[in-house]
């Protein structure tokens, strides 16, 4: 499939009783971010995409194979969750190493692999160190890592820059355009930060009470937003910043 075509479609209902999500989303192979307020569904979003929300009706199309009936580890999805989630009595190596692990990979293959993106990722030298020991900014590296290695189709990031201060989140978002035009890989990046939104996005979709309400090109939907999305970001005057940003 080539580029500005279809790679994903989600058109999913989840029905919580308290709350009910109901996304028609769809991307190609560029760096969305999906921004919306807490409790919008953006995370219940990415978890439908990997795998680990089946949803009550709707389909999950990846480069036009239908996944919706396959577990998590056969999507070919990076998935770094909120809280990165890491296994908190293995080593960043075990951790890193884990999903190639769990395909049957070969030992010496798993060396390798892990190595070189620890190298990437600037982590060599963190990898028999337990993640109780990091930093926010080196989970997050170890998190990417673990996502990487295994050569997603597609990598999903829920929040990854909230846990780190101003200089490191700058640093870190350099890293993940890296990471993306490098490897080639396209990234749906979950956020409440207009700044992520700016600087990393191609597109954008904005996500409210359980619906993507706005998705286009990211200077579209950050210039002209639906008077519901202004009134969420409710920092109109900072529209123009923004797209000096952009420019
Ligand atoms: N297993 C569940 N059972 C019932 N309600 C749930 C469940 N999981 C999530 N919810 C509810 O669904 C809503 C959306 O949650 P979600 O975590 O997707 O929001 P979010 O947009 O990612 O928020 P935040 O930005 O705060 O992370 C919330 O009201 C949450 O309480």
């Known amino acids: 499939m080539g580029l500005g075509q279809t790679f994903l479609e989600v058109n999913a209902e989840k029905d919580f009783g308290n709350f009910k999500l109901d996304a028609e989303f769809s991307m190609d192979r560029g760096y969305c971010v999906v921004l919306g307020p807490t409790g919008a569904g953006k995370s219940l979003l990415l978890e439908i995409i990997a795998g680990i929300l089946m949803p009550d009706r709707g389909k999950v199309i990846i480069d036009c194979e239908d996944v919706t009936g396959l577990p998590p580890e056969r999507r070919g999805i990076g998935f770094v969750p909120q809280d990165y989630a890491l296994f908190p009595h293995m080593s960043v190596y075990g951790n ?104 990393l996005a191609d597109e954008i979709a904005v996500m409210m009470n359980g619906r993507i309400v706005e998705k286009g090109d990211a200077k579209k939907v950050l210039s002209s937003p639906s008077k519901e999305v202004a009134d969420f970001l409710a920092v109109k005057g900072l529209f123009k910043k923004l797209l000096d940003i952009l420019d």
Do not use: C, W
Not at 99 to 107: H, Q, T, V, Y
Not at 136 to 152: T, Y
Not at 169 to 176: A, D, S
């Open 96 to 199: 890193i190493a884990y999903g190639l692990k769990a395909r049957g990979a070969d030992k010496s293959d798993i060396r390798s692999a892990v190595e070189e993106i620890a190298e990437n990722l600037g982590i060599s030298h963190l990898l028999d160190r337990k993640p109780a020991t990091l930093s926010g900014g080196e989970k997050q590296r170890v998190a990417l890592a673990r996502a990487l290695v295994i050569q997603p189709k597609l990598i999903l990031l829920d929040e990854p820059l909230a846990a780190v201060d101003l200089r490191t989140k700058e640093k870190l978002m350099n890293e993940l355009k890296f990471v993306h035009r490098e490897f080639g890989i396209p990234v749906i990046h979950v956020t409440h930060s207009l700044i992520e939104a700016a600087t």
